[in-house]
Nanobody, 123 residues
């Protein structure tokens, strides 16, 4: 199986910055798409940003211009640089990845989620 571990969350004042990291491990052949989702209390989980293996990115309108997603394919790691943070950015942020893994000398698809990391932005 493929595991994802997020890090970098914490408490920051409005206007500050945080950098989230998500490292994938396991018998990975390739990762096609890596995404960051977030879920605030009382709200549905939403897609924040995504990036393909080729580097194509997409962002939620609420974070466009403030957040930047990037990935290091050699390290199977995705990052989310969050600048100009607002209190409404407070949420648990989850990493998601889909791709192909090895299993008994065969390839099989995977779709994995991290455990989440808390981001709290104070006013």
């Amino acid at each position: 199986q493929v595991q994802l571990v997020e890090s970098g969350g914490g408490l920051v004042q409005a206007g500050g910055s945080l950098r989230l990291s998500c490292a994938a491990s396991g018998s990975i052949f390739s990762i096609n798409v890596m995404n960051w989702y977030r879920q605030a209390p009382g709200k549905q989980r939403e897609l924040v940003a995504g990036i393909t293996s080729g580097g194509t990115t997409n962002y939620a309108d609420s974070v466009r211009g403030r957040f930047t997603i990037s990935r290091d394919n050699a390290k199977n790691t995705v990052y989310l640089q969050m600048n100009s943070l607002k209190p409404e950015d407070t949420a648990v942020y989850y990493c998601n990845a889909d791709g192909t893994a090895f299993y008994l000398s065969r390839n099989r698809p995977f779709d994995s989620w991290g455990q989440g990391t808390q981001v709290t932005v104070s006013s």
